[in-house]
């Protein structure tokens, strides 16, 4: 009985070595469709970072026949605006009527943003409900975000660069297509590239921020460069690696040559200053009265004043030598050549520069305004004509690489 | 009636290996070198031997676990190892007891015991799970959880669940060894009883002679990755292959002595000589002679004679003018039923001798007169054979 | 006696070293990304301030790595094996600081006890106007300590949780003190898993960039994202990154000499007899002084501070960043990474277990690189791969998921193959030779057996991933914003109000699979 059973079950095992490696196959593919489903849910749940999905978005649009094509919409900002008369207030209402006409069917803006969210995305947004035109947005730093799109070269899925400041925008300047006259006569030419690659939006001026606990006004000197002197050791912050001082500095290797700015910048770091990340956490220090100064650019401190109301205590500086120390500079946008939704990228640019942009950048980031149409925040000096005030010519300001072997000689960057 | 298959002539033989080796690592020496052994149907081997002696590997390679880089291994007369074939595991039709037990933490008795029934439908895998539970004493704890079992009843679940599936044999490894003592006596009669009433061929790895001797059909003696000596318990006893089987099977001594006419001369004395293995010995030739205690007996050496001796004394114990009689007493362990006492001589080689308790009263650092009891025969081997 | 080393099936091993490899892309983009700077990699690596960085990542991890022994062994200790009151509670928020994002930890720290901070405000009244700066090493020793001694802590109570008590019993027993006991016989016994504990801890500091940068201590990781984020030129970063690989296998190696070829799996396994707690006495109030310590500092203060930021938005009407969208998205990227992760890791894990010898240790050792690499790092290099060989997946889940995955699998590793390790590997072979394949051997009685660290090798990834930045802000799909990511870009604008409340809700997401790990560990041990 026992010998009829083994032989039974031996039967089978002659023949098992052959659908064994069958078996083993069938496990593979089995391991190879799961690793696919679970690649397939991943990519699915974010359909709009592959093109092929947007194809099937783009459809669905074309098939909604009850749709009106062309709608206007009357787009109404009220500003107020307090101008300061003698004793008595007198109020001025300005009325700005725009109108943007929606795309009938428009491709989606992937946008590459060196400024940050909380500043730019309200507009971005705004923009999207105005024109219809979906728009993608991701944020990191200027410097990170041109060496992304150097990386990613003719392959960027980005249709917009908009840079903090001009030095990024020049990084990327062989990848930018020229821009129609239109658009570049809507921004001012000294804030703009010369060869058209790319137009400011809007104006930023370096200040010195400082603290109204430990610095008055009156102490504070004529110009940027007295800040070699040693006595201000250990009473200075600055962050070394924003994108924004080194566009400064490079203004003043053009400005005073290299020898020079070599000379200021070893005097400043003999002065022992403290190092931020960024020009948040430099005002933030000056509040707080860790540092007497800090360089930075003029806007932040009005975020700090609206979040914790007129007692923090610190106050913008603006030198009067007109040198690299009162350079104004412009946050500015360019397209990639290698966009595939042209129109839509020109229709942003453009309603940047507009009104209802330019009166946001005046009114909520505290920004200096480029369309003459817009009157700049109330809370800002008014410095004149911002583009004579330190007569440099922005585009000019593309040797980032320069400055920064020239801040890593000094030891300012690592 | 089981053992029939065993004398089958012309029987394949259920498990079968032929010169195998084994190595788990290509810079040392093989495990298993020159392995051979045949198994028959329904029959129990037991592979005995010290620990690094290459039984658990043996079990192992019959089982799939190891590959053989020479050599043979056949299941049911079909090759299932080769150095160019290598049958799976679980293609072998093998149940495994592992010296662990290996049950399933996460699976309840009688799901254990279920594993690995196949091919049949849910109410066939059931019955034979009860039949198997029953057969095994266990059925009482089929629902349970196997952390909540005995040492011994987790060995009987690990059994049941070797044996439930329709395999070919059974493979048990050191299956006693992590028991209470008092419980292995009773569980290696129902592992015996088990086996056979489920009609399964078994080999079963032990380092210990009483389980081997106990709950096999025939005992293999394993010396270095190979079988020394195979045969039923009583013929390996009775003429071990070579001093080192003697050593495997039973405590045992070796003395060195002088064979002449049958006879072996010692310093001890002089015994009745066997020549195991077909060994042929002329006179004068030196010979290694095996002391096995139980077989001797003592007694002080200036006594007049046995007045309560239960032995009989033989002419040829007579000390004769030539023998000196300084054999001595070294030391002695007391067992209760008997004692054995150490015995050395001039040489400085000991020996151990059994007598009744009664001998107690001789005291140690006397001399002794040693004798074989009547009908046996001190086995001796060419000397310096291991 | 010895059991069969070839215990993983081929197709295992080579599932693990197609795992081991693409783990070790980023490495190799750095390796090609250096040759092509050819000079320029070689002058910025000879350069006297690369020496400077150096040393000061080098103390850094030294300091960090030994005070978190300091803290993290005695609380292990005092929570597993004394009776310390409370112990349940302590025992969680022992391990919470671990879910607290570095850079929140940093900036409260900073908020709390900056020169002008918190604490200078309570002590202004006596006189003082300025606190020593912690700015540096200290603060970074702080923050880091705080970040890296749960990961000691947790491997450790894993260790306690399997000791044999009797081993100590029978210590006391030779009239050996209750402390001459601990250091003669549970600290050598316990040793290969501070090794590993610290090990964690190095690798984690030397990757850290929001804490040591915050706190202004400039180390090799600090230098390599200030050079990507400023640099157009990315030659540098990549040198600085390939000296970060040096340093991680130097740590390994380290950690490999101090353990030898002892093993962990000497396991003479917590035979299930509950243990008795030591009586602290009159040591219970230093005691609980010192396990509160990391407590306050490292989970209290910070969460003290975002609720004190957040009452201070509520109390302006600010609006905090959106939660709910930023919420569903850390789920998901962090539900799919522990997922993926667990199912890369375990070939790995059962080809380092089941293999001894060089094979699996070069396996072992490949992947904890990973782990000492800045998700800057990873997440950099594999944008390149992705456009250059991958482009479907630039920008997508899946890479993202990927670079998780590259970042976590040291962790999920550890866990699974502790795991593993308790399982009798007689186990599988009884299954197969009951008559199922190796592959269902695995399926039907490994795999549930190991599910315990399945699921706690997955929660470890998830609550890694859900504070995970640098990956998530360059590799991730455009628009998708996780907590910790808009909870950087405020924070990064200094709207820390805005912040509270995402930085709570991470804390908590996070805190959940935490404190079911030590839960968990609290009732095995009982």
């Not at chain 3, 070939?347 to 380092?352: L, W």
């Given at each position: 009985?026992?010998?009829?059973?083994?032989?039974?079950?031996?039967?089978?095992?002659?023949?098992?070595?052959?659908?064994?490696?069958?078996?083993?196959?069938?496990?593979?593919?089995?391991?190879?469709?799961?690793?696919?489903?679970?690649?397939?849910?991943?990519?699915?749940?974010?359909?709009?970072?592959?093109?092929?999905?947007?194809?099937?978005?783009?459809?669905?649009?074309?098939?909604?026949?009850?749709?009106?094509?062309?709608?206007?919409?009357?787009?109404?900002?009220?500003?107020?605006?307090?101008?300061?008369?003698?004793?008595?207030?007198?109020?001025?209402?300005?009325?700005?009527?725009?109108?943007?006409?929606?795309?009938?069917?428009?491709?989606?803006?992937?946008?590459?943003?060196?400024?940050?969210?909380?500043?730019?995305?309200?507009?971005?947004?705004?923009f999207e409900l105005l024109t219809g035109i979906p728009i993608?947005?991701?944020?990191?730093?200027?410097?990170?975000?041109?060496?992304?799109?150097?990386?990613?070269?003719?392959?960027?899925?980005?249709?917009?660069?908009?840079?903090?400041?001009?030095?990024?925008?020049?990084?990327?300047?062989?990848?930018?297509?020229?821009?129609?006259?239109?658009?570049?006569?809507?921004?001012?030419?000294?804030?703009?590239?010369?060869?058209?690659?790319?137009?400011?939006?809007?104006?930023?001026?370096?200040?010195?921020?400082?603290?109204?606990?430990?610095?008055?006004?009156?102490?504070?000197?004529?110009?940027?460069?007295?800040?070699?002197?040693?006595?201000?050791?250990?009473?200075?912050?600055?962050?070394?690696?924003?994108?924004?001082?080194?566009?400064?500095?490079?203004?003043?290797?053009?400005?005073?040559?290299?020898?020079?700015?070599?000379?200021?910048?070893?005097?400043?770091?003999?002065?022992?200053?403290?190092?931020?990340?960024?020009?948040?956490?430099?005002?933030?220090?000056?509040?707080?009265?860790?540092?007497?100064?800090?360089?930075?650019?003029?806007?932040?401190?009005?975020?700090?004043?609206?979040?914790?109301?007129?007692?923090?205590?610190?106050?913008?500086?603006?030198?009067?030598?007109?040198?690299?120390?009162?350079?104004?500079?412009?946050?500015?946008?360019?397209?990639?050549?290698?966009?595939?939704?042209?129109?839509e990228a020109e229709r942003l640019l453009k309603f940047l520069?507009?009104?209802?942009?330019?009166?946001?950048?005046?009114?909520?980031?505290?920004?200096?305004?480029?369309?003459?149409?817009?009157?700049?925040?109330?809370?800002?000096?008014?410095?004149?004509?911002?583009?004579?005030?330190?007569?440099?010519?922005?585009?000019?300001?593309?040797?980032?690489?320069?400055?920064?072997?020239?801040?890593?000689?000094?030891?300012?960057?690592? | 009636?089981?053992?029939?298959?065993?004398?089958?002539?012309?029987?394949?033989?259920?498990?079968?290996?032929?010169?195998?080796?084994?190595?788990?690592?290509?810079?040392?020496?093989?495990?298993?070198?020159?392995?051979?052994?045949?198994?028959?149907?329904?029959?129990?081997?037991?592979?005995?031997?010290?620990?690094?002696?290459?039984?658990?590997?043996?079990?192992?390679?019959?089982?799939?676990?190891?590959?053989?880089?020479?050599?043979?291994?056949?299941?049911?007369?079909?090759?299932?190892?080769?150095?160019?074939?290598?049958?799976?595991?679980?293609?072998?039709?093998?149940?495994?007891?592992?010296?662990?037990?290996?049950?399933?933490?996460?699976?309840?008795?009688?799901?254990?015991?279920?594993?690995?029934?196949?091919?049949?439908?849910?109410?066939?895998?059931?019955?034979?799970?009860?039949?198997?539970?029953?057969?095994?004493?266990?059925?009482?704890?089929?629902?349970?959880?196997?952390?909540?079992?005995?040492?011994?009843?987790?060995?009987?679940?690990?059994?049941?669940?070797?044996?439930?599936?329709?395999?070919?044999?059974?493979?048990?490894?050191?299956?006693?060894?992590?028991?209470?003592?008092?419980?292995?006596?009773?569980?290696?009669?129902?592992?015996?009883?088990?086996?056979?009433?489920?009609?399964?061929?078994?080999?079963?790895?032990?380092?210990?002679?009483?389980?081997?001797?106990?709950?096999?059909?025939?005992?293999?003696?394993?010396?270095?990755?190979?079988?020394?000596?195979?045969?039923?318990?009583?013929?390996?006893?009775?003429?071990?292959?070579?001093?080192?089987?003697?050593?495997?099977?039973?405590?045992?001594s070796f003395i060195r002595g002088t064979y002449r006419g049958?006879?072996?001369?010692?310093?001890?004395?002089?015994?009745?000589?066997?020549?195991?293995?077909?060994?042929?010995?002329?006179?004068?030739?030196?010979?290694?002679?095996?002391?096995?205690?139980?077989?001797?007996?003592?007694?002080?050496?200036?006594?007049?004679?046995?007045?309560?001796?239960?032995?009989?004394?033989?002419?040829?114990?007579?000390?004769?003018?030539?023998?000196?009689?300084?054999?001595?007493?070294?030391?002695?362990?007391?067992?209760?039923?008997?004692?054995?006492?150490?015995?050395?001589?001039?040489?400085?080689?000991?020996?151990?001798?059994?007598?009744?308790?009664?001998?107690?009263?001789?005291?140690?650092?006397?001399?002794?007169?040693?004798?074989?009891?009547?009908?046996?025969?001190?086995?001796?081997?060419?000397?310096?054979?291991? | 006696?010895?059991?069969?080393?070839?215990?993983?099936?081929?197709?295992?091993?080579?599932?693990?070293?197609?795992?081991?490899?693409?783990?070790?892309?980023?490495?190799?983009?750095?390796?090609?990304?250096?040759?092509?700077?050819?000079?320029?990699?070689?002058?910025?690596?000879?350069?006297?301030?690369?020496?400077?960085?150096?040393?000061?990542?080098?103390?850094?991890?030294?300091?960090?790595?030994?005070?978190?022994?300091?803290?993290?062994?005695?609380?292990?200790?005092?929570?597993?094996?004394?009776?310390?009151?409370?112990?349940?509670?302590?025992?969680?928020?022992?391990?919470?600081?671990?879910?607290?994002?570095?850079?929140?930890?940093?900036?409260?720290?900073?908020?709390?006890?900056?020169?002008?901070?918190?604490?200078?405000?309570?002590?202004?009244?006596?006189?003082?106007?300025?606190?020593?700066?912690?700015?540096?090493?200290?603060?970074?020793?702080?923050?880091?300590?705080?970040?890296?001694?749960?990961?000691?802590?947790?491997?450790?109570?894993?260790?306690?949780?399997?000791?044999?008590?009797?081993?100590?019993?029978?210590?006391?027993?030779?009239?050996?003190?209750?402390?001459?006991?601990?250091?003669?016989?549970?600290?050598?016994?316990?040793?290969?898993?501070?090794?590993?504990?610290?090990?964690?801890?190095?690798?984690?500091?030397?990757?850290?960039?929001?804490?040591?940068?915050?706190?202004?201590?400039?180390?090799?990781?600090?230098?390599?994202?200030?050079?990507?984020?400023?640099?157009?030129?990315?030659?540098?970063?990549?040198?600085?990154?390939?000296?970060?690989?040096?340093?991680?296998?130097?740590?390994?190696?380290?950690?490999?000499?101090?353990?030898?070829?002892?093993?962990?799996?000497?396991?003479?396994?917590?035979?299930?007899?509950?243990?008795?707690?030591?009586?602290?006495?009159?040591?219970?109030?230093?005691?609980?002084?010192?396990?509160?310590?990391?407590?306050?500092?490292?989970?209290?203060?910070?969460?003290?501070?975002?609720?004190?930021?957040?009452?201070?938005?509520?109390?302006?009407?600010?609006?905090?960043?959106?939660?709910?969208?930023?919420?569903?998205?850390?789920?998901?990227?962090?539900?799919?990474?522990?997922?993926?992760?667990?199912?890369?890791?375990?070939?790995?894990?059962?080809?380092?277990?089941?293999?001894?010898?060089?094979?699996?240790?070069?396996?072992?050792?490949?992947?904890?690189?990973?782990?000492?690499?800045?998700?800057?790092?990873?997440?950099?290099?594999?944008?390149?791969?992705?456009?250059?060989?991958?482009?479907?997946?630039?920008?997508?889940?899946?890479?993202?998921?990927?670079?998780?995955?590259?970042?976590?699998?040291?962790?999920?590793?550890?866990?699974?193959?502790?795991?593993?390790?308790?399982?009798?590997?007689?186990?599988?072979?009884?299954?197969?030779?009951?008559?199922?394949?190796?592959?269902?051997?695995?399926?039907?009685?490994?795999?549930?057996?190991?599910?315990?660290?399945?699921?706690?090798?997955?929660?470890?990834?998830?609550?890694?991933?859900?504070?995970?930045?640098?990956?998530?802000?360059?590799?991730?799909?455009?628009?998708?914003?996780?907590?910790?990511?808009?909870?950087?870009?405020?924070?990064?604008?200094?709207?820390?109000?805005?912040?509270?409340?995402?930085?709570?809700?991470?804390?908590?997401?996070?805190?959940?699979?935490?404190?079911?790990?030590?839960?968990?560990?609290?009732?095995?041990?009982?």
């Amino acid at each position: 009985m026992t010998s009829r059973r083994a032989s039974r079950s031996f039967a089978s095992s002659d023949a098992v070595l052959m659908p064994n490696s069958t078996k083993l196959r069938a496990i593979i593919l089995g391991f190879a469709l799961v690793s696919m489903a679970i690649a397939l849910i991943a990519c699915g749940s974010q359909p709009a970072a592959t093109p092929v999905v947007v194809e099937v978005e783009k459809i669905v649009e074309v098939e909604k026949p009850t749709t009106p094509v062309v709608i206007e919409v009357e787009k109404v900002v009220e500003v107020e605006k307090i101008v300061e008369v003698e004793k008595p207030v007198v109020v001025e209402k300005q009325v700005i009527v725009e109108v943007e006409k929606p795309l009938a069917d428009p491709k989606t803006l992937t946008v590459y943003s060196g400024r940050s969210k909380s500043l730019v995305d309200p507009i971005l947004r705004e923009f999207e409900l105005l024109t219809g035109i979906p728009i993608e947005v991701r944020y990191a730093g200027t410097g990170e975000m041109a060496a992304t799109l150097l990386e990613e070269g003719d392959k960027s899925p980005a249709d917009v660069f908009f840079a903090q400041d001009p030095g990024g925008l020049g990084a990327v300047k062989p990848l930018f297509m020229t821009l129609s006259d239109d658009i570049r006569s809507q921004s001012a030419a000294w804030a703009s590239d010369p060869d058209g690659k790319w137009v400011g939006i809007s104006g930023r001026a370096r200040v010195i921020v400082y603290s109204t606990e430990n610095v008055s006004e009156d102490e504070l000197p004529e110009s940027i460069w007295d800040f070699a002197d040693p006595k201000w050791k250990g009473r200075i912050g600055f962050p070394p690696t924003n994108a924004s001082f080194h566009v400064m500095v490079t203004a003043m290797r053009l400005d005073w040559g290299e020898e020079k700015t070599k000379q200021w910048l070893e005097g400043v770091m003999a002065n022992e200053p403290i190092f931020y990340a960024k020009n948040t956490p430099t005002v933030a220090a000056a509040g707080a009265g860790e540092v007497d100064v800090g360089f930075v650019n003029h806007y932040y401190l009005h975020r700090f004043l609206a979040e914790e109301g007129p007692e923090f205590a610190a106050r913008n500086y603006y030198t009067p030598s007109n040198d690299a120390g009162s350079l104004v500079m412009a946050a500015g946008a360019g397209i990639l050549a290698s966009t595939d939704a042209q129109e839509e990228a020109e229709r942003l640019l453009k309603f940047l520069l507009g009104v209802t942009a330019q009166q946001y950048f005046a009114t909520k980031t505290h920004e200096y305004p480029f369309n003459p149409a817009v009157q700049q925040s109330e809370y800002l000096p008014d410095l004149g004509d911002i583009g004579e005030r330190f007569d440099i010519d922005l585009g000019l300001l593309d040797d980032l690489a320069g400055t920064q072997k020239l801040l890593q000689e000094v030891g300012a960057l690592p | 009636m089981i053992r029939a298959g065993v004398n089958r002539p012309g029987s394949t033989g259920a498990i079968q290996l032929e010169q195998v080796q084994t190595r788990y690592h290509p810079d040392e020496p093989p495990i298993l070198n020159g392995f051979n052994l045949e198994v028959q149907e329904g029959e129990i081997v037991c592979l005995l031997g010290p620990s690094g002696v290459g039984k658990t590997t043996a079990l192992r390679v019959i089982a799939g676990f190891e590959r053989v880089i020479n050599g043979y291994v056949r299941l049911g007369g079909h090759l299932v190892g080769s150095p160019f074939i290598h049958v799976p595991p679980h293609e072998r039709d093998l149940g495994l007891v592992f010296q662990s037990y290996a049950l399933f933490p996460h699976l309840t008795v009688a799901q254990n015991v279920q594993f690995g029934i196949k091919d049949a439908t849910d109410r066939e895998k059931r019955a034979r799970t009860l039949e198997i539970l029953e057969m095994c004493g266990i059925s009482e704890y089929a629902d349970g959880g196997v952390h909540e079992l005995s040492g011994g009843e987790q060995q009987r679940v690990a059994l049941a669940r070797a044996i439930a599936p329709e395999s070919v044999a059974v493979l048990l490894d050191e299956p006693f060894s992590n028991l209470d003592p008092s419980l292995v006596t009773q569980l290696r009669r129902q592992v015996k009883e088990i086996i056979h009433e489920a009609g399964k061929t078994a080999i079963l790895v032990t380092h210990d002679r009483e389980t081997a001797f106990l709950t096999s059909d025939r005992v293999a003696v394993m010396r270095s990755g190979r079988v020394a000596q195979i045969g039923t318990a009583e013929e390996v006893y009775a003429q071990p292959e070579s001093p080192h089987v003697a050593r495997t099977i039973g405590r045992s001594s070796f003395i060195r002595g002088t064979y002449r006419g049958g006879r072996v001369f010692t310093e001890a004395g002089e015994f009745p000589a066997l020549a195991a293995n077909g060994n042929k010995f002329k006179d004068g030739d030196e010979v290694s002679a095996l002391m096995r205690a139980s077989e001797l007996r003592l007694r002080l050496h200036d006594t007049s004679g046995g007045e309560e001796d239960d032995w009989i004394p033989q002419p040829f114990t007579v000390c004769g003018d030539d023998c000196r009689c300084v054999a001595r007493i070294a030391s002695r362990e007391f067992h209760g039923d008997f004692t054995d006492f150490s015995v050395r001589l001039p040489s400085g080689d000991t020996f151990r001798v059994r007598n009744r308790t009664y001998a107690m009263q001789i005291p140690d650092g006397a001399p002794v007169t040693v004798t074989a009891v009547r009908g046996a025969k001190v086995i001796v081997y060419p000397a310096g054979a291991r | 006696m010895r059991r069969g080393a070839g215990g993983a099936p081929v197709s295992v091993s080579i599932a693990a070293v197609i795992v081991v490899t693409a783990a070790l892309i980023p490495v190799l983009y750095l390796f090609v990304r250096g040759i092509e700077g050819g000079e320029t990699t070689w002058d910025f690596l000879t350069r006297s301030n690369s020496v400077k960085v150096v040393w000061r990542t080098f103390s850094v991890i030294a300091l960090v790595t030994l005070v978190s022994l300091i803290v993290a062994v005695p609380s292990a200790w005092l929570t597993m094996r004394s009776d310390l009151p409370f112990r349940r509670v302590i025992a969680v928020a022992l391990a919470l600081p671990l879910v607290v994002p570095s850079f929140v930890l940093a900036t409260t720290m900073i908020e709390a006890l900056g020169p002008k901070g918190t604490l200078q405000e309570f002590l202004e009244p006596i006189g003082v106007e300025r606190l020593p700066s912690i700015y540096g090493l200290p603060g970074a020793t702080l923050v880091l300590v705080l970040m890296t001694y749960p990961y000691v802590y947790l491997t450790v109570r894993g260790a306690i949780a399997g000791l044999n008590p009797e081993l100590v019993e029978a210590g006391r027993n030779m009239g050996f003190t209750m402390l001459g006991a601990f250091r003669r016989i549970t600290l050598p016994l316990l040793l290969p898993a501070i090794g590993a504990g610290a090990t964690l801890a190095a690798l984690y500091t030397l990757s850290d960039y929001g804490g040591v940068a915050l706190m202004r201590h400039n180390t090799l990781t600090v230098s390599i994202m200030t050079n990507f984020q400023t640099s157009i030129d990315r030659t540098a970063g990549a040198a600085l990154s390939i000296l970060l690989v040096l340093f991680a296998m130097l740590l390994l190696l380290i950690e490999a000499i101090i353990r030898g070829r002892r093993r962990y799996d000497d396991a003479s396994a917590n035979v299930g007899r509950s243990h008795r707690r030591v009586h602290l006495g009159i040591w219970t109030v230093p005691a609980l002084a010192f396990v509160m310590l990391p407590i306050i500092t490292g989970l209290l203060m910070p969460v003290a501070v975002l609720l004190e930021w957040f009452i201070r938005g509520m109390s302006r009407g600010l609006e905090g960043t959106p939660i709910l969208v930023p919420l569903l998205n850390s789920l998901e990227a962090s539900g799919l990474a522990a997922v993926a992760t667990v199912a890369l890791a375990l070939p790995v894990a059962i080809v380092t277990v089941r293999h001894n010898g060089w094979f699996s240790d070069i396996l072992e050792k490949a992947v904890f690189i990973g782990f000492g690499l800045p998700g800057v790092v990873v997440a950099l290099s594999l944008v390149f791969f992705a456009i250059n060989f991958a482009r479907f997946a630039y920008q997508s889940m899946l890479l993202l998921v990927f670079a998780y995955a590259v970042l976590f699998l040291p962790v999920a590793l550890g866990s699974l193959r502790s795991g593993l390790l308790q399982i009798n590997p007689n186990l599988e072979e009884a299954a197969q030779s009951l008559g199922f394949t190796q592959f269902r051997s695995f399926t039907r009685v490994t795999l549930p057996i190991l599910m315990p660290s399945v699921f706690a090798s997955a929660a470890l990834v998830f609550l890694l991933t859900m504070k995970e930045l640098p990956a998530t802000l360059i590799l991730g799909p455009t628009g998708f914003d996780t907590l910790a990511t808009s909870i950087w870009s405020a924070s990064s604008e200094a709207f820390f109000t805005k912040t509270a409340a995402s930085s709570l809700i991470l804390v908590a997401a996070a805190g959940i699979p935490t404190a079911w790990l030590v839960l968990r560990e609290h009732a095995a041990s009982r």
